[in-house]
């Protein structure tokens, strides 16, 4: 895990001051467990579309924000969830790999798993298949499309695609994709009941503590649950802006007892 510890600076332009407080660095293992102290979302995040509001904030506005971000609490003791995170380290992966996000997406995980149906962009074949979007009060909500935050929201999927990659997590995937996906459920941050591997989060629907994550944008919400132990796994899709985490935790509970 000694990359994990690498400082973010590491990893970004000279332009940008050091990311750290008390002499403690911001790491990218801090950043994939959300107690970076980095914010939720960049302060010049100002969307001029509601509908789509991630669309035009690029690269150029994301290190802008770095240059005058000074962070405020030390790293690794608090937990904040954080999109920001999340998409900087999907841009830190492109520069490292030289490479997209989509296409490290598709060639590290989906084609090794045989997931051809998750993907960032999309055909026009693909378009006649995606499940319009709502919001709670039954109104259409547009797609959202990403471009430096991506990681932090612009995979689309099926569900026959995530049962896949829930096998995966089960431990059905090629050996050395297995030893990656192992290493992403190690606890990496505690507090009090909050626990978090590598952007995973560790929690208990029931009795046993489950590999978890969830999703919101526009229209659309995900639900997916792993039972290392027990050997089984829950995958909601919705294409309505309202939680899923109830019913989704219900069967957890009963998944487990049964």
């Known amino acids: 895990m000694e990359r994990l510890e690498d400082p973010v600076n ?52 994301l290190f802008s924000f770095y240059k005058s971000f000074t962070p405020v609490r030390k790293p690794g ?33 989906c084609k090794p798993l045989h997931m051809l149906e998750t993907k960032v962009q999309l055909l ?42 829930a096998k995966a997590n089960l431990g059905d995937a090629p050996p050395a994709l297995n030893k990656d996906i192992r290493l992403t459920h190690l606890v990496t941050f505690t507090e009090n009941k909050t626990k978090v591997g590598l952007a995973w989060h ?22 997916f649950a792993v039972n290392p132990d027990k050997k089984f796994a829950v995958v909601i899709l919705s294409n309505c802006a309202m939680g899923n985490e109830e019913i989704g935790g219900v069967m957890m509970k009963w998944l487990e007892k049964n």
Not at 142 to 148: G, T, V, Y
Not at 202 to 223: A, K, L, M, R, W
Request: proline share 5%; hydrophobic share 30%; with cysteine.
């Open 10 to 61: 590491k990893y970004l332009p000279d332009s940008i001051p050091l990311l750290q407080y008390g002499g403690i660095p911001v790491t990218l293992k801090t950043l994939a467990n959300h107690s970076s102290g980095i914010p939720r979302m960049p302060a010049n995040f100002h969307s001029a579309d509601n509908e789509n509001p991630y669309k035009e904030y690029d690269r150029k506005d």
């Open 124 to 165: 026009a074949t693909d378009t006649l298949r995606f499940a319009k979007g709502y919001k709670e009060d039954g109104s259409f909500s547009s797609q959202w499309d990403f471009k430096a935050l991506g990681a932090a929201g612009c995979i689309r999927s099926t569900c026959s695609d995530l049962i896949k990659f």
């Open 202 to 223: 560790i929690i208990q629907p029931g009795t046993d503590e489950v590999i978890f994550h969830n999703g919101q944008t526009g229209g659309y919400h995900s639900y």
């Open 77 to 109: 003791e608090k937990y904040e969830y954080s999109n920001l995170a999340v998409g900087t380290l999907g841009v830190i992966l492109e520069d490292v790999n030289h490479s997209s996000y989509e296409k490290l997406l598709t060639n590290t995980i």
